[in-house]
């Protein structure tokens, strides 16, 4: 798994580089367009988003759904928590449409933090970009990875897959 994740972090990275050998001054003209447009009411809601995004935030929430769910396996909790894709690992036990309406609310989430970042001026708009197609990448590859080992732990959430 570990070595996926680096061959998706190169790949992103070659990309990114790419796009920056292409379009050179994209990300310098996209933060001035941004800034030279930013209005006091957008700016509020630009710090209140990018502070529910932060580690600071998403660490002790995530730990604290660690604890609750009280997990037997030590190695299976800090993937989880590594991960943080668990907006898809809840979702698991729920119906088809509650799990669709859960991942929806996760990549919107990750969407408004991105557009604070750089609506904010402390993210480039290509680093933004490549972070959310690593992270949705990795996340969509531990689902892949993770979710038959966890029907085969729990039986029962293999019924609720299809619904």
């Known amino acids: 798994?570990?070595?996926?994740?680096?061959?998706?972090?190169?790949?992103?990275?070659?990309?990114?580089?790419?796009?920056?050998?292409?379009a050179p001054g994209f990300?310098?003209?996209?933060?001035?367009?941004?800034?030279?447009?930013?209005?006091?009411?957008?700016?509020?809601?630009?710090?209140?988003?990018?502070?529910?995004?932060?580690?600071?935030?998403l660490a002790p929430l995530s730990i604290a759904f660690l604890l609750?769910?009280?997990?037997?396996?030590?190695a299976d909790?800090?993937?989880?928590?590594?991960?943080?894709t668990v907006a898809i690992m809840l979702s698991q036990a729920l119906?088809?449409?509650?799990?669709?309406?859960?991942?929806?609310?996760?990549v919107l989430i990750a969407i408004a933090v991105a557009w604070s970042r750089v609506y904010l001026g402390v993210h480039y708009p290509t680093d933004v970009a490549a972070g959310l197609l690593l992270g949705w990448s990795w996340a969509l590859l531990v689902l892949h990875w993770a979710r038959p080992k966890l029907i085969q732990d729990h039986p029962a959430m293999g019924g609720l897959a299809g619904k």
Do not use: C, N
Not at 31 to 54: K, N
């Open 68 to 74: 609750l769910r009280r997990w037997k396996r030590p």
């Open 27 to 57: 990300d310098a003209q996209a933060l001035q367009a941004i800034a030279g447009a930013r209005d006091a009411t957008l700016t509020s809601i630009a710090w209140v988003v990018t502070e529910a995004g932060s580690f600071v935030l």
């Open 1 to 22: 798994m570990l070595g996926i994740l680096l061959g998706l972090s190169v790949v992103t990275a070659a990309a990114g580089i790419g796009i920056r050998a292409w």
């Open 95 to 106: 119906t088809r449409g509650w799990r669709e309406a859960a991942i929806a609310l996760g």
């Open 77 to 84: 909790d800090i993937a989880l928590l590594v991960m943080l």
